[in-house]
């Protein structure tokens, strides 16, 4: 089992910046990728960014490239998603999940992001 738990949204002005962090706990964090999705009131949830179990590898939704910066840390088992120049259009609930082989994704309750025009 893996328990995840989002932190960091809040309300910010267009143009401003957010770091949202994921502290996982229950299995060995370094062994497992994670990502980030969200999901904007009357949409799908849809990805955001992900990245590998050594970090050397990361993935980005076009809409955010060049904005959103995904890392972790594995000694506090914990991945952020560093936000700038946020938008409207990036109001949302983020959630963080864990990508462990062989297990259904687990996934976090969400942070909810309001980006003010």
């Known amino acids: 089992q893996v328990q995840l738990v989002e932190s960091g949204g809040g309300l910010v002005q267009a143009g401003g910046s957010l770091r949202l962090s994921c502290a996982a706990s229950g299995r060995t964090f370094s062994s497992y990728g994670m990502g980030w999705f969200r999901q904007a009131p009357g949409k799908e949830r849809e990805f955001v960014a992900a990245i590998s179990w050594s970090g050397g590898n990361r993935y980005y939704a076009d809409s955010v490239k060049g904005r959103f910066t995904i890392s972790r840390d594995n000694a506090k088992n914990t991945v952020y998603l560093q936000m700038n120049s946020l938008k409207p259009e990036d109001t949302a609930v983020y959630y963080c999940?864990?990508?462990?082989?062989?297990?259904?994704?687990?996934w976090g309750k969400g942070t909810l992001v309001t980006v003010s025009s």
């Open positions: 999940n864990a990508d462990v082989p062989g297990r259904p994704l687990y």
